[in-house]
């Protein structure tokens, strides 16, 4: 299968039109588009750009809103509960982070649950602009159901990541994990692709291994650590969903089959101020002082280099940023339908 090579300003320039299209006003879409293709500068191509189908049919289908609207539902100097009137979720994400960081500012640290929203891509986008800030981000979301509490095969608790970040004297220390050992996105993007799965990432809807897509994304993906995975899951549910005021487990709408149902998806958000701890500069030398002991750390057989936590998905989106973003041919004519079903002029071409 052939891929295409795309410069991201370009990539992203294309799908804030495609969202224009659809009632998206210009600067949310550049948000919306902005996360997508982040996404694939990074690597994670089951968040990026391939996800423009679903969302843009969620978007005619009316199922999700195109005008961002947000509600503060409750108000207290260090948390919020946000209402997202099921608004796209980067929308809510970039809002709510911000007034996270601002609250922070003043208080030291802020709590923000947010409830009627939507996919918000990857976790790692909203923690990031604490880190940037000076502030440790931490920011968590659910997802419909497609982790298996332990003991059952049966879907309750999705794959709901969390992230973490904190800042440094360069790019941030960056953890952003689902708690199973692959997205059910990853899952889904090689159903699209045509491509097997490893055995270990997911199971059938009967409890069985497999390494047919289709037979994994109507089943279950394998939790990290088996019941810790799971627990870690349920926490992420109890947190996003419970917490705030959203759906959770079974009770969340499907993006990618239900389009008259909005979802409910909840969020969950962080920023501390690291300047009421300790004195930022010093935090940043200690946390260089880490990074230059685990990069001096023995090496295994066949180990090249030790990394931190997002080193490696930073170095891509430097390289994709200079070189270009490769899109595998099925999403790039995918990407050539919604210009023309929207009626906007296909400009991407191959660097």
Not at 187 to 199: H, N, R, T
Not at 284 to 313: H, V, Y
Request: aromatic share 8%; hydrophobic share 40%; net charge neutral.
């Amino acid at each position: 299968m052939s891929t295409h090579v795309i410069n991201w300003e370009a990539l992203r320039a294309y799908c804030q039109k495609i969202f224009c299209a659809l009632g998206v006003p210009e600067e949310e879409a550049l948000v919306v588009a902005d996360c997508l293709v982040d996404a694939d500068l990074c690597g994670v191509e089951s968040h990026g750009v391939s996800r423009m189908t679903v969302y843009t049919k969620r978007l005619e289908t009316k199922v999700v809103s195109a005008v961002f609207k947000v509600i503060t539902e409750r108000d207290n100097p260090a948390g919020l509960t946000l209402n997202g009137c099921n608004s796209m979720g980067m929308l809510v994400g970039k809002y709510a982070m911000e007034k996270c960081i601002h609250r922070a500012k003043t208080n030291g640290i802020c709590f923000i649950a947010a409830n009627n929203s939507n996919h918000y891509g990857m976790a790692s986008y909203y923690v990031s602009m604490a880190a940037a800030q000076g502030m440790f981000g931490l920011s968590a979301t659910n997802a419909p159901p497609n982790i298996a509490p332990w003991g059952s095969y049966k879907a309750y608790v999705g794959t709901n990541p969390l992230a973490l970040a904190a800042p440094t004297h360069g790019e941030p220390v960056l953890l952003d994990m689902a708690p199973s050992v692959v997205a059910m996105g990853k899952v889904i993007l090689a159903a699209k692709l045509g491509k097997p799965i490893p055995e270990g990432w997911a199971l059938t809807k009967e409890g069985k291994p497999t390494t047919d897509p289709n037979l994994g994304k109507q089943g279950t993906v394998v939790p990290i650590g088996g019941p810790k995975g799971y627990g870690l899951s349920l926490f992420m549910d109890i947190l996003c969903g419970i917490l705030s005021g959203a759906q959770f487990g079974p009770y969340l709408g499907n993006m990618w089959n239900d389009f008259v149902n909005p979802q409910n998806v909840g969020h969950f958000f962080c920023a501390i101020d690291i300047s009421r701890f300790t004195d930022l500069e010093i935090f940043k030398k200690r946390i260089g002082q880490m990074i230059t002991d685990i990069k001096a750390l023995p090496k295994n057989e066949g180990i090249s280099e030790l990394f931190l936590p997002g080193e490696i998905e930073q170095r891509r989106r430097l390289e994709r940023k200079a070189q270009g973003i490769p899109v595998e041919e099925v999403v790039f004519e995918e990407l050539r339908g919604l210009g023309q079903k929207y009626g906007v002029e296909f400009t991407l071409e191959a660097k």
